[in-house]
Structures are given as structure tokens and as C-alpha cells.
């Protein structure tokens, strides 16, 4: 009921987002009842925006999770790929494949970030760590292509600057 009344009390007031904390380390039992029915009742109000799911990815990905969170991030992007966090999900999926060494499968995280999200702030730091997977791909012709997009498409961004940054390194490797 608790859960509901807060999802009821967003509609009725004009929120967007409804964010659950909870102590799982300390309610490991009653945390996943409690999940389940936030996750549920979340279901119930696609208007709104369930927080948890994606802030408990992110710590997992921070924690060093790297499957978890792709597995988090995979999910929440079904459940949740109209939410305004849906850009965000798909960048820290590329992430995870990066961070995992897949960084073929992380090019295509990151284009899709591109692709499904053109408006999405988080358009730019997606093109440069797709230069970034390439160079690991040793294909330092794609990559410095991406970088020098980043550079001339959003010149004042700080991925612009640190896509010079390694353009540099490229030009003169010594």
C-alpha cells in the first residue's frame, strides 16, 4: 500500500519520478519483497519514472559489477526504454561491455545510444568512447573518424576536448 499510495501521489501531483531507497544490506529477505512489489506497482504507472532499478545498476557498475550491471542495464532498458534515464542505460551498457574488453559489442551499445537517442546529452561521450573501442580494435582509422565527429560536432563539450586530446597522441605517438 505504501508503494502504491507513493506512485498515486506522484500522478496526482505532476511528478515524474518515483525513487525507492531501501537498507538491502541489512533486509536482505524483506528487500527482494519489497523490490518485487516497487517493480510490480511500477508496471501499473508508465507515466512514471521508477528510479531504483537504474541507481542500483549504477552502484553495481561502480562496485565493479560489470555483469550485474549489464544484466541491470539490459533489463531496464525493456522495462524501462521510454523513461528519460533510457539514454543513460544504454551508455553505462556500452560501459560495462568496455570495461569487460567487449568492445565490439560495446561499439553497438554505444551507436545505439546515437542511433535510438540523437538528443540525448550523453550523444557525444557515446561517439568518443566508440573511438575508444576501435583504437582498442586497433582500427585507428574509424577511431580517429569518431573523434574528430566528437571534435567538430560539439566542439566546446570536455569529450571534445579530451578527443583531441587522443587525436594528438595518434598524430605524433613519440
Known amino acids: 500500500r505504501v508503494i502504491r499510495a507513493a506512485f498515486a501521489h506522484a500522478v496526482k501531483h505532476g511528478k515524474k ?28 504507472f508508465p ?22 550491471a549489464q544484466h541491470g542495464f539490459s533489463q531496464f532498458l525493456v522495462h524501462y526504454g521510454t523513461s528519460d534515464l533510457a539514454p543513460n542505460a ?5 560501459e560495462c561491455y568496455y570495461g569487460k574488453k567487449e568492445y565490439k559489442r560495446a561499439i553497438d551499445a554505444f551507436e545505439r545510444v546515437e542511433l535510438d537517442y540523437p538528443t ?11 573511438g575508444f573501442a576501435y583504437l582498442a580494435l586497433n582500427d585507428r582509422k574509424r577511431a580517429s573518424t569518431l573523434l574528430q565527429q566528437v571534435v567538430d560536432t560539439y566542439p566546446k563539450s570536455q569529450e571534445a576536448s579530451k578527443a583531441l586530446d587522443k587525436l594528438a597522441q595518434l598524430r605524433n605517438p613519440g
Open 90 to 94: 544504454q551508455y553505462w551498457l556500452g
Open 47 to 68: 507515466s512514471i519514472e521508477a528510479k531504483h532499478v537504474y541507481e542500483r545498476n549504477m552502484q553495481k557498475f561502480k562496485g565493479g559489477d560489470l555483469n550485474g
Open 17 to 44: 519520478r518515483v525513487h525507492m531507497a531501501d537498507k538491502s544490506n541489512a533486509m536482505q529477505h524483506a528487500h527482494e519483497l519489497w523490490l518485487r512489489v516497487f517493480r510490480e506497482v511500477a508496471r501499473e
Open 120 to 130: 540525448s546529452d550523453k550523444v557525444p561521450a557515446a561517439i568518443l568512447k566508440r
